[in-house]
């Protein structure tokens, strides 16, 4: 079924630095979007988009802060990049829907908390393994989930035919360590980036959903 496309409000408060800090994270010239609509048309996910990605694009352009990072679509989007390549003006909007991911999750927003929950379960997989393991991952997103078998029917055959093993299989040499230190990395930069944020700055709704 198709998701309605959200309206906008234009009374909500606008960000005035919004679309200066989006253009800096991505690189991208965010005011030479003129709303064709090409991106968009391009899109598979536009049916389940609360807002289509050119009107996510023009959220941004207006500063309309809360909207963007609330809204679901910055989370189902798949970054096939089919936006970036039909984009006229050559704005990687993917990688502009990649920086909106990271700013909303820095906020605390999590429309789509089954998308979240996947994500850390997935990080937390390859923290602890090196690479992913994808049973404990699939029973640790279950749990999470609060849907313990949606995926038994399609894990079973996946075992019998040996397209899963029941343990990890962690990479050889100085792999894991490697990986670890990528996330040491990430660590530092966020507790960097956290400290150098206004400590009075909130979210507003659409919100929450246990941040990092
Ligand atoms: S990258 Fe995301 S927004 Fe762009 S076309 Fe693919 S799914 Fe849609
Ligand atoms: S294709 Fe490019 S110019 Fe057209 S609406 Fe999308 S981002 Fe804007």
């Known amino acids: 079924m ?36 090409n991106c968009t048309a391009g899109c598979s996910y536009t049916p389940d988009y609360d807002f289509p990605v050119h009107q996510v694009m023009r959220l941004v352009q207006l500063g309309l802060k809360e909207s963007a990072l609330s809204c679901r679509s910055i989370w189902l989007c798949a970054t096939c990049q089919a936006c970036t390549t039909r984009c006229p003006n050559n704005i ?21 908390p089954g998308v979240k929950t996947f994500t ?17 991952l699939a ?11 949606q995926d038994a029917g399609l894990g079973l055959p996946m075992l019998t035919h040996g397209k899963l093993s029941l343990t990890p299989h962690e990479p050889e040499g100085n792999g894991k360590a490697e990986v ?14 956290a ?15 246990g941040g990092e």
């Not at 400290?195 to 959903?209: D, L, Q, V």
């Open 120 to 136: 850390d379960s997935f990080l937390a997989s390859v923290a602890k393994h090196g690479r992913v393991f994808e049973v404990g």
């Open 195 to 209: 400290r150098a944020h206004s400590p009075g700055e909130t979210p507003g709704n659409g919100k929450k959903g």
């Open 180 to 193: 670890a230190a990528i996330f040491a990395r990430f660590d530092r930069v966020a507790a960097q980036k």
């Open 2 to 37: 198709q998701t309605p496309v959200r309206p906008l409000n234009l009374a909500q408060a606008r960000d005035p630095d919004f679309q200066a800090a989006v253009a800096r994270d991505s690189g991208q010239h965010l005011a030479s979007c003129y709303q064709c609509g």
């Open 139 to 149: 029973a640790v997103f279950a749990i999470k989930s609060g849907k313990p078998l």
């Open 92 to 112: 990687d909007v993917a990688r502009v829907m990649d920086v909106l991911r990271h700013m909303a999750r820095q906020a605390g927003y999590a429309p789509e």
